[in-house]
């Protein structure tokens, strides 16, 4: 079986055949999945995401059968992930998981009859969104390498930045990690980062983190995270992208959110060029189409 | 783009167009979606219009994606309507929104990628179910102009009736009103029917009300509109259609409903040849198949 | 029209030609449903009954329209089942219905414009569980007579072994049913099995009941239908099948499970060649892609 689980367990070549994979499916509608039937089984709602891959799915002329409540399902009976694994696997070609407890995909997919793809499990791995975030940069700019990829928010707790800077050791970047001393990268990434030799910064420091940035991902600072809620609403308002700031510090960069936006980024930004993060969606499908073609 | 979001904008000839293509969805099953998508976002609760709107997609061979917890999502992680549209319109080619408040469906559309269908949105519009409705009488009455459409119940918050009675105005029809007190037409709609020269009258008496139909449009009167329950049993016991009142009143009548239908119509009229409110249903499939083709 | 309600009311001969029918579906995609809809309707849900159905459906080229919570639409709102049939069957080729009160398949069917196959309603019957569960005991045995067929734990309330028992009756088949005092097969069926001249015996001792087994159907004793949880958890020890009670008691005895399972089988059992527990979900989709061919 082939399956996707993680972005660390991708080669580069694995990479770049998804992205060039995506890049002929964008726009397109097809037959190769004719006769396939994809299991979406959501144990957390994401709605977007599984929106996503059943577009994927349809556009390559395949079924899709999804599950959005597995948490309120036979679980809860008692069954075990890994008799449901072996039950739900038979009734389709692919399974798309998305489960709040990390490691759980990896432990579906032991005992799965079929492929798997992490669509998210837990705190540290979202690795389609990372191809899709990695397809988006390399359309907006037309390269990877030697960019300066900066990235603001939460970075402790979100899984696609953390997924994401996974993906780019791969490539000859540079990263710059804009956090409050809360949510900082997390020191296992950060040594990960330093054995591959990639080059990165941290700071607090929201203005100067993004200066000069050539990608600027950014993502939500979440209320729950904070157990004082004035040190929430200092921070949030301190990391709030405007289009003022874009034009003075990072006129170029090519702006990035895993949505859904909140107030982390000025609607104003919206009809900028840099605006990327809608586009991200649209790639997200070319992405997904690329990476059920794989996986299968 | 091209959207249907209210029954007032749109012209006889484009009302004309979807019946005569209604006319010839009837039992038609076809390849004519092939290809395409149809994104169900349901914000309330709607199975009847879900459902019919799903088979009329299918039915022409085409996919749909669904959400029908829409309140449940995303968008109560703070994310704006706007938002929402600019995302979800990108996975689908044609979007069919129910949403609980007035004017929603205008502000998806005016932030969609694609056509926007609105299926209820609030209190005023429900612009699928009045052709529906419409097409019905054509179909049963084999004509519009000349009828006497009679409309009983909640006609204050009832958006079924509200939408018929401004479709009727393309058309040389009497209406009349048949409501208590607390539930009698909006002023707005009174006005619109002067300025269109459509003759209508208004009553509470329901056997007078009812007298001489063609058509007989009963909707629901609903408890939670009432703050005295009593109020309520009293109007619920008089708001009865029954077989007797029929043959005596209306002997002549199509009797149309909604649905769902509760005791505001006897079950011992289902039989009569007169009731119409389960062939609605399938005629409703036959319009829904008319509008996917023509706003896709 | 032709409804599958119960397991009573299947012929030898209807029997034998699903069961035939299945053993060409296996493993087979095909078009014969093209153009076809299914309509899922659960009223409680049954994630694993309904993605087999629905896999079924799209394995034979067919579409699905799905409702998992039609406990909390329109019938909430007063609606009659009745009148839910009569609009819910206009959108579809054949319907499936899951719901809790015994009897409600029927009248849904009394109703309907269309085919009704009953997937559970209430304490009786589960036909097409019956027919997977008998399709599987043929495929791992070569045969149904002569065998010794023994089911074991919630025999009152568990609607499996019920709807299986009633199918056996076709077969020259010995039954021996193992359960607690409180849990006995229900007299009814003992009466139906003595008319047809069934053998069987009855008895509390796990041990002893299981021995000599050719096919053993384990079912799960629910926690509720004890008052004493004391009572409850001195059962559940005992009625647990292990490896060694397999290779003492009944080394050439098919193992079985309408699944989830819990407690009642160890799990060192899976990968005994015995367990068939899981092959039975693979056959589940072929009966029931015999059953949509042989009642839409």
Do not use: W
Request: hydrophobic share 35%.
């Amino acid at each position: 079986m082939n399956n996707l689980l993680s972005s660390e367990s991708l080669s580069k070549e694995a990479i770049e055949k998804i992205l060039q994979k995506a890049d002929s499916f964008l726009g397109y509608n097809g037959q190769d999945m004719k006769g396939k039937i994809l299991a979406n089984l959501f144990y957390e709602p994401s709605t977007r995401t599984r929106l996503s891959f059943e577009t994927a799915m349809k556009r390559l002329g395949g079924e899709v059968i999804s599950v959005t409540d597995m948490e309120s399902t036979s679980i809860t009976k008692g069954e075990t992930l890994d008799d449901t694994a072996k039950v739900i696997s038979q009734f389709a070609d692919i399974v798309v998981i998305r489960h709040p407890e990390s490691g759980s995909a990896t432990r579906f997919a032991d005992n799965s009859q079929v492929s798997v793809i992490n669509a998210g499990d837990g705190a540290g791995q979202h690795p389609t969104q990372a191809l899709l975030d990695l397809f988006t940069i390399q359309k907006e700019k037309g390269k990877i390498d030697g960019l300066k990829v900066v990235m603001t928010g939460d970075l402790k707790y979100g899984r696609c930045a953390n997924s994401l800077a996974y993906l780019l050791t791969n490539y000859d970047v540079e990263l710059v990690f804009v956090a409050p001393d809360q949510l900082k990268m997390k020191p296992e990434l950060l040594k990960y980062l330093d054995e591959k030799g990639v080059k990165y910064s941290e700071t607090d420091d929201f203005k100067e983190g993004i200066e000069g940035a050539d990608v600027l991902y950014c993502t939500r600072i979440q209320k729950e995270r904070f157990a004082d809620s004035k040190d929430y609403e200092e921070l949030a308002d301190v990391y709030i992208l405007t289009k003022q700031l874009v034009e003075n510090n990072c006129p170029d960069a090519t702006i990035m959110h895993p949505l859904p936006r909140v107030h982390e980024i000025s609607h104003e930004i919206d009809d900028m060029p840099n605006a990327a993060y809608f586009r991200q969606v649209e790639n997200g499908v070319a992405v997904r189409m690329a990476i059920l073609t794989e996986y299968i």
